[in-house]
Structures are given as C-alpha cells and as structure tokens.
C-alpha cells in the first residue's frame, strides 16, 4: 500500500490542514513549529501581521477561529518552496465579536527549511 505523505503534493495539504487545527484549537507548540519566524499575514481586512502579533493574537483570543474548512488543495512546487491555494468557510471571533460565517481565498507560501514545510506567508481574501 502507498503511502500518501510520501507524495509531496499531499504532505504539503497535511501540513496545511495541521497548521489549520493548530490555529483552531489554539495549539500555540504546533501553530509556531509550522510558521517560519519571518511569516507575515494580510488578513481579509488588509492588516499585515508578523508572525509574533499575528500568532499572538490567537493565543489571546482576539482571533479565535470557531471553524475553519477547507476545500481542495492546489499546490505548485517550486523548488524549495510551494505554493497553495484553496477555498475555506470560516467562523471567527474578533475581539469577542463574532462574525458572519464566510468564504474565503486562501493563499500561502510555503518554503522547505531544515527538513521542514513552513508557512512564510499567507494572503486571505473575502469572497463576496
């Protein structure tokens, strides 16, 4: 039988989907090992995050995710570092203010430092 994370295509969509769980149940150990130091986020409101405010930001609970789902995958390769792409539905509490359910674009840079897989950055557009 196959492994399927020996494909590369799908241990990147697990990755993705295990920095998603971290960031959902609030698991900060997992959320930092799989966001480089110099992440940076745009949010769906255009605010640019680094990794220490934006990580922070979930650990507090200023953002806290309620759900979050992916869709499909899409990832493209490029050499040491890969692209992804995907629709989400998303329920998020912003500072203690829930918002309506949405769709979102997700896209997230990935690149392959000492054996691993990590977010560098990440760029969230509302659907409408």
């Known amino acids: 039988m196959n492994n399927p994370l020996a494909d590369p295509t799908e241990q990147l969509r697990s990755v993705e989907r295990t920095r998603i769980q971290a960031l959902v149940s609030g698991d900060m150990a997992v959320a930092r090992l799989l966001h480089s ?3 940076q986020i745009i949010t769906a409101i255009g605010e640019n ?46 500072g203690g203010s829930p918002m309506p359910p949405a769709s979102y674009w997700h896209t997230d840079l990935y690149e392959l430092t000492d054996g691993a897989w990590r977010a560098v950055w990440s760029h969230i557009t509302e659907i409408y």
């Open 37 to 39: 130091p110099a992440f």
């Open 49 to 94: 995050m680094s990794r220490d405010e934006y990580l922070s930001a979930v650990e507090s609970g200023t953002v806290q995710y309620v759900r979050w789902e992916p869709g499909d995958i899409a990832v493209r390769f490029h050499g040491d570092a890969a692209v992804l792409r995907y629709q989400a539905r998303r329920e998020v509490i912003f």
